[in-house]
């Protein structure tokens, strides 16, 4: 049976923005730092990858099937909101039992963004990822909880019957935005899939 679960995504990526702090992730491997001055490298053997996150971020494995890397930072933009909305990058990963259609899934998640309030498109393009195809959509939203804009950035991989999602989220203003996304496209472009896993 085929998991459909980006419904999820959206709720999970909530979830855990409003509820990291009340623990999660406590016993974490020693990571390695990267050539990349302000790095460190997280590996996940069982799950296929590895990644870089900037070493003054949180990382939160709490979650079945996510890994959560947080700015210790907020950038309010001004509006109302139930709590600081952190800066993060969230990778969900799922096992198929059969090879991933990379288009499909992408089509999947794109659909369920935009159910979301106040979706607006920002881009939608293909590129690689160290060298496997990839699909990125860029799109702006609204929570019913806050006056606050969002922005998020979903980066869509496959290897084989492996499927990777790598999520950036932030608030929209210009400032926020532009200041995240430097860590945001390095953390993208150091995503690795490791050859254990098929």
Sequence with gaps: ?????????????ILLLLCFACGGGEEEATPTPTPTAGYLTYTDEANGFSIWYPEDWDR?????GTTLFRS??????????PDEFHPYVCVYY?????KVDLQQEFDLLKQESEQWRGYTHISTEEMTVNGVPAI????????????????????VLANERTLYII??????????????????????HSFQILDSLG
């Design 1 to 13: 049976m085929k998991p459909r679960r980006f419904p999820a995504i959206m709720l999970l990526g």
């Design 136 to 155: 990125k959509h860029v799109f702006t939203y609204r929570l019913e909880v806050t006056s606050h804009t969002f922005k998020r950035a979903y980066v």
């Design 60 to 64: 939160d494995e709490s979650a079945e």
């Design 167 to 188: 999520e950036c989220f932030c608030q929209e203003c210009a400032w926020d935005w532009e200041g995240c996304w430097p860590n945001f496209d390095t953390i993208i």
């Design 94 to 98: 799922w096992q198929y039992p059969s």
């Design 72 to 81: 210790p930072r907020s950038f309010p933009c001004g509006g109302s909101a």
